[in-house]
């Protein structure tokens, strides 16, 4: 059996994060896991690990807003195969990820087995859905992902933290950058977005936002 050499896996549940490397760690005994826990650190685990063979992906990780993160990744690291892990196995989220470019979806409700499995027929270069999953032709919120995607990374860190709504001082300070930078790649950010401010520009992201209804569930 062929192993992947190394996997990074961003899940903000040390609990679930750890029973599925215990388990996993077992089958696949010569890869080096690499873990993340926000989206600060999987933007450092990605610059430092680029030769990576798979990225396991929770959507909901702290940052993440929904489907803006496996995007930003697939546009900025298209080398590495995104396989989504999530709590949510709904028809509508499944099809989003694999059309915004996920190699798999996985629900975290799949045996650990199977999760293996997932992650092999991936790492050969095959897709992997749940058996359940019925494919829907329907396409939606392509331009905004097609914007997001165009953005660079330091854009991309900077609509992020418009969207936690901090200020352009606060961003400045965080990024050692002057604030004069700050509002030049806020105007940049605008124009790729088609939007006139930030305001209009957390609305245009949120539509990759998963429901409200999804996450009270979680």
């Known amino acids: ?16 994060r750890q029973a599925l ?20 650190e999987l933007e450092q685990q990605l610059q430092t690990n680029q030769s990576a063979d798979m990225l396991l992906l929770d959507l909901n990780i702290p940052g993440a807003h929904g489907f803006n993160t496996l995007i ?22 499944i099809s989003k990820a694999m059309e915004y470019g996920a190699a798999g979806f996985v629900p975290k409700s799949t045996p650990v087995d199977t999760i293996f499995a997932a ?9 992997w859905l749940p ?11 392509v331009d905004i992902a097609e914007s997001v995607a165009s953005l660079t990374q330091q854009q991309y860190r900077i609509l992020m933290m418009f969207a936690q709504g901090m200020l352009n001082k606060q ?5 050692n950058v ?33 429901s409200e209804q999804q996450f009270a569930e979680e």
């Not at 992650?119 to 897709?127: A, L, P, S, T, Y």
């Not at 058996?131 to 919120?141: A, E, G, I, L, V």
Request: aromatic letters at 6%; hydrophobic letters at 40%; a negative charge.
């Open 178 to 210: 002057s604030e004069a930078t700050i509002k030049a790649h806020a105007t940049a950010i605008f124009r790729k977005l088609n939007v006139r401010n930030r305001t209009q520009a957390v609305i245009a992201i949120s539509q990759l936002d998963l």
């Open 72 to 93: 930003h990744v697939r546009n900025h690291f298209p080398q590495i195969p995104v396989v989504v892990v999530s709590a949510h196995e709904d028809q509508d989220t």
């Open 21 to 40: 490397l215990d388990t996993l760690k077992v089958q696949l005994t010569q890869t080096q896991w690499v873990e993340a826990q926000t989206i600060e």
């Open 131 to 141: 058996p359940t999953f019925t494919p829907n032709s329907k396409t939606q919120h």
């Open 119 to 127: 992650i092999q027929k991936v790492f050969m270069g095959d897709i």
């Open 171 to 175: 961003i400045a300070y965080d990024l």
């Open 1 to 16: 059996m062929i192993q992947p050499e190394q996997i990074i896996i961003a899940d903000d549940h040390p609990l679930f």
